[in-house]
């Protein structure tokens, strides 16, 4: 497998578990409960965070410079994904519901992933200048 495919391989890995447990009827899903805090939304945004930084760095390190250059159409592809995952959970899958509250917290956890990609790359970018 070439070096620029395998790269692509933890987010699309990453991006089928989403899929995987967000399309997964809730009558089989474990109810997960605290009277202070709503479990669901830090899960959320957890599972997009993780997902746009791997994509991002997926792209990052592709010698293709539209590639690395998007970043912005990535993180809103991302947060586009999360959207329809919802619609799809609202209209076809029993026990499931359309939640904008979900949605928002894709998009947390999608620019939380962008920001931290940012970091992570000017850190990387910061050693290879150091090592030359």
Same mark, same amino acid.
């Given at each position: 497998?070439?070096?620029?495919? *395998?790269?692509?391989? @933890?987010?699309?890995?990453?991006?089928?578990?989403?899929?995987?447990?967000?399309?997964? @009827?809730?009558?089989?899903? @474990?109810?997960?409960?605290? &009277?202070?805090? *709503?479990?669901? =939304?830090?899960?959320?945004?957890?599972? +997009?965070?993780?997902?746009?930084?791997?994509?991002?760095?997926? %792209?990052?390190?592709?010698?293709? &410079?539209? %590639?690395? =250059?998007? /970043?912005?159409?990535?993180?809103?592809?991302?947060?586009?994904?999360?959207?329809?995952?919802?619609?799809?959970?609202?209209? %076809?899958?029993?026990?499931? +519901?359309?939640?904008?509250?979900?949605?928002?917290?894709?998009?947390?956890?999608?620019?939380?992933?962008?920001?931290?990609?940012?970091? +992570?790359? *000017? *850190? &990387?970018?910061?050693?290879? /200048? %150091?090592?030359?």
């Amino acid at each position: 497998m070439a070096k620029h495919l *395998k790269l692509h391989v @933890p987010w699309a890995i990453w991006l089928v578990i989403i899929l995987g447990l967000s399309l997964t @009827p809730g009558d089989q899903l @474990p109810l997960i409960d605290f &009277e202070w805090f *709503k479990i669901d =939304t830090l899960i959320h945004v957890i599972m +997009y965070m993780v997902l746009s930084f791997l994509m991002l760095i997926g %792209f990052f390190h592709q010698k293709n &410079e539209l %590639f690395r =250059t998007q /970043r912005l159409y990535i993180s809103v592809s991302v947060i586009v994904i999360g959207l329809i995952i919802e619609l799809l959970q609202g209209g %076809f899958i029993f026990q499931r +519901y359309f939640s904008w509250g979900d949605v928002l917290a894709n998009s947390i956890g999608t620019i939380v992933g962008y920001l931290a990609y940012i970091i +992570y790359t *000017k *850190k &990387e970018l910061n050693l290879v /200048r %150091f090592l030359q």
